[in-house]
């Protein structure tokens, strides 16, 4: 189908989980996996000489500034200028150099702030992202018009894919920049060791969430490039609900961690109730199973080991 598979931000946390299913899914194809220190992509005229160099058929581009929410208030000017500038020419120059099929992703923080749960696709346009976030939601959410214009104007076939709350090995366990799952892991995991009797965990617990193992999202992108030719976004969730207060006792419990959760209210919550709807998922056939439990405990797991040999990003 494909002869020459080009992947950016191969070497990245959902990276990781891509690069096995792609190698099984297209055997006869050449896979070819770059980081940052292979092509800067935000360095003027980059893009282009990567696709110049590689000349590949297919780009699942995956190349993202990303962070949780206390790093994304910090610097949300770096975060919308680094993914607008990645995004919008790597998409640019693979329509130029020909390349037949184009797969990226951005994230579900891009909905509205106020979406209604369980969110559908189609609220993608009616209100603004929530603040904390923002730079980074924006810059993504432009990648729905890019893939729809190129397609209108060119008959480029591109599509963009929504994972809803991806947690897994080769998360970022940075306190500073982490999201939820690989900071309360990294927590309860140290916390544990250090005989300490209580953790302190952000915001109320109220909110709700739908968190997705990033090996179901990696499992469903062949299929994508294989079956799917539309610029209409896809939601890739569980659309499983959770707040925040049982996945801390759920990640309590995949840890061994014995002592009391402590909420710390001076820290926000963000959005209180976001659940992904997956019926387009589903339409197509598709689905994302691992069960929390299993999925927290792959993770938890894999992050003593990774600690242990250096490789862990803390």
């Given at each position: 189908?494909?002869?020459?598979?080009?992947?950016t931000?191969?070497?990245g946390?959902?990276?990781?989980?891509?690069?096995p299913?792609l190698?099984e899914a297209?055997?006869?194809?050449?896979?070819?996996g770059l980081?940052?220190?292979?092509?800067d992509?935000l360095?003027?005229?980059a893009?282009?000489a990567m696709?110049k160099?590689?000349?590949?058929?297919?780009?699942?581009?995956?190349a993202a500034?990303?962070?949780g929410?206390i790093?994304n208030?910090?610097?949300?000017a770096?975060f919308f200028y680094e993914n607008?500038?990645i995004?919008?020419?790597?998409?640019?120059?693979?329509?130029?150099a020909?390349?037949?099929k184009?797969?990226?992703?951005?994230g579900g923080?891009?909905y509205?702030s106020?979406?209604?749960?369980?969110?559908?696709?189609?609220?993608?346009?009616?209100g603004?992202?929530?603040i904390?976030?923002?730079?980074?939601s924006?810059?993504k959410?432009?990648l729905?018009?890019q893939?729809w214009?190129?397609r209108v104007?060119?008959?480029?076939n591109?599509?963009v894919l929504i994972?809803?709350?991806?947690y897994?090995?080769?998360d970022?366990f940075?306190l500073e920049e982490s999201h939820?799952?690989?900071?309360?892991?990294?927590?309860?995991i140290?916390?544990?060791?250090?005989g300490d009797k209580?953790?302190?965990?952000?915001g109320t617990?109220r909110?709700?969430?739908?968190f997705v193992?990033a090996g179901?999202?990696?499992?469903v992108?062949?299929?994508?490039?294989?079956n799917?030719d539309?610029s209409?976004p896809?939601?890739?969730s569980?659309?499983r609900?959770i707040?925040?207060?049982?996945?801390?006792?759920t990640?309590?419990?995949?840890?061994?961690?014995?002592g009391?959760?402590?909420w710390?209210?001076s820290?926000?919550?963000g959005?209180?109730d976001?659940?992904?709807?997956v019926?387009?998922?589903?339409?197509?056939?598709?689905?994302?199973?691992?069960?929390?439990?299993?999925?927290?405990c792959?993770?938890?797991?894999?992050f003593?080991k990774a600690r242990?040999?250096?490789?862990a990003?803390?």
């Open positions: 189908m494909f002869k020459k598979i080009l992947v931000g191969s070497t946390f959902l990276g990781h989980h891509v690069m299913r190698q297209f055997p006869e194809a050449e896979l070819i980081g940052r220190r292979d092509y992509l360095e003027p005229g893009p282009a696709l160099d590689i000349r590949p058929d297919c780009v699942v581009h995956m500034r990303s962070g929410i790093t208030k910090k610097r949300p770096d607008l500038v995004n919008t020419h790597t998409l640019h120059e693979s329509w130029k020909g390349v037949k184009f797969i990226t992703f951005m923080c891009s509205p106020d979406a209604k749960s369980p969110i559908g696709e189609d609220q993608m346009w009616k603004y992202p929530q904390e976030s923002a730079g980074y924006v810059a959410r432009m729905v018009t893939s214009a190129y104007q060119h008959g480029f591109s599509i994972p809803g709350n991806v897994g090995e080769w970022n940075n939820v799952i690989p900071a309360l892991i990294r927590k309860y140290e916390a544990q060791e250090r209580t953790i302190s965990a952000f617990g909110p709700v969430r739908d193992y179901d999202v990696a499992t992108v062949p299929w994508f490039i294989k799917y539309s209409e896809v939601n890739i569980a659309g609900r707040s925040i207060r049982e996945l801390a006792e990640v309590k419990k995949a840890t061994g961690f014995a009391e959760i402590i710390d209210t820290k926000p919550d959005q209180m976001k659940i992904f709807a019926s387009r998922l589903n339409a197509l056939g598709l689905s994302c199973n691992t069960t929390l439990e299993e999925g927290l792959r993770t938890a797991k894999w003593l242990k040999e250096g490789t990003r803390v």
